[in-house]
């Protein structure tokens, strides 16, 4: 039973075009997070949601809108592919990201590639 | 903001040795996490550990808060523990911080 689940887990796509990722997370946690691991394995944040709230957006493209339909649910929408947005997407979520309890879980993840 | 820097960058075992991996942080922090991101590219956690001392099975992991810094031990390594080995924190930013990670290569 997959604690953080995201998809699809690979996504090749061309420049120019749109592609969703979707994430859900079934621990009843409050906040959930998408990072970004580039070619060098460096992981870093876009964006976080506390109970459907926008938390952070760690200057990331405007071309770049996450949306959170639920607590349980973090999509990530890309308008106009470039060739620099292919990487691997992770998802993650914690208990509570604004508290005490911030342990993080993460998805699977879901690699982008642009061509 | 944070930093967090981890080392070795590489390090090369035969199966059976013994490693210990750091993570050191520029500021004091409400959660440390390890990683270990296997060659299948999943993230799996190790340990939650803002401060003190944790084991389970072959691994353990101890954390200086006082000190900013963060200790992996890893004992008869197997090779499946090869991958890359993530520290990251959170000094109540809402967002943990990687270090740019430890890539462990364990040999039969």
């Known amino acids: 039973d997959t604690a953080v689940s995201q998809t699809p887990k690979y996504l090749v796509t061309q420049m120019g075009n749109d592609k969703s990722i979707k994430c859900e997370q079934n621990?009843?946690?409050?906040?959930m997070y998408w990072y970004k691991q580039d070619s060098k394995k460096f992981l870093k944040i876009m964006f976080s949601?506390?109970?459907?709230?926008?938390?952070i957006n760690e200057t990331v493209p405007n071309r770049f809108s996450p949306k959170s339909p639920d607590k349980a649910h973090l999509n990530l929408h890309i308008n106009s592919l470039e060739l620099g947005d292919s990487a691997v997407y992770f998802c993650?979520?914690?208990?509570?990201?604004?508290?005490?309890?911030?342990?993080?879980?993460f998805g699977q993840g879901t690699r982008l590639t642009v061509v | 903001g944070i930093q967090v820097e981890q080392s070795p960058p590489d390090l090369i075992l035969q199966e059976g040795a013994n490693s210990t991996l750091r993570c050191n942080f520029s500021d004091s922090v409400n959660n440390l996490q390890w990683f270990h991101q296997n060659p299948w590219g999943q993230l799996i956690n190790l340990f939650y550990i803002p401060s003190g001392t944790k084991q389970n099975g072959r691994l353990s992991a101890t954390t200086v808060a006082t000190e900013r810094y963060s200790l992996l031990y890893i004992s008869s390594s197997q090779t499946t523990d090869s991958g890359v080995y993530f520290c990251?924190?959170?000094?109540?930013?809402?967002?943990?911080?990687f270090g740019q990670g430890t890539e462990l290569s364990v040999k039969p």
């Open positions: 993650a979520s914690s208990q509570d990201g604004l508290g005490s309890n911030t342990e993080a879980f």
């Open positions: 949601y506390n109970n459907k709230e926008l938390i």
């Open positions: 990251a924190v959170d000094n109540q930013g809402g967002k943990l911080i």
């Open positions: 621990l009843g946690h409050d906040t």
